[in-house]
């Protein structure tokens, strides 16, 4: 027996491997940031471009649809080779052709971002514990002014 995820065949027309679409021209390698439930992921890719006259770099992303094969199971975050098609909606010409595998480093950033909004709400609410401390240490010490004065 072979395994079910390599010879498992799909019924999708458009698809690469067992349907007729013909993939030509150009090819990317990117990660999925997000997809729909009609079978399009959004990808994206970064590419550095140099800037000549300052000479540093600048990260230019780019983003395009690409159509999801069935079978093949792509999620949030998994890193893809698309290829370019013929136009399969009015915006989507490219079509997943390989799972190459998951982008840890996107996965991270993605928990790092979740958790950092957690962290920052949580600083709000200590400040805010902080700003009322200070607001206590306030009478306290408009308190211990009065006494003074009532000694006089
Ligand atoms: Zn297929």
Known sequence: MNDKTETEKCEDKRCPIHGNLVTRGRKFEGIVIGKDLHGTAKVEWSRKKKIQKYERYEIKRSRVKAHIPKCMEIGK????LIEECR???KTKNFVITQKIGTDIL???KEEALIEGKFKESKKEIE???????KEDTRDENNDFIEEEMSEE
């Open 87 to 89: 136009p399969l909606s």
């Open 127 to 133: 400040n805010k514990e902080k700003r009322m401390e």
């Open 106 to 108: 996107y996965k991270a």
């Open 77 to 80: 975050g998994d890193k893809v």
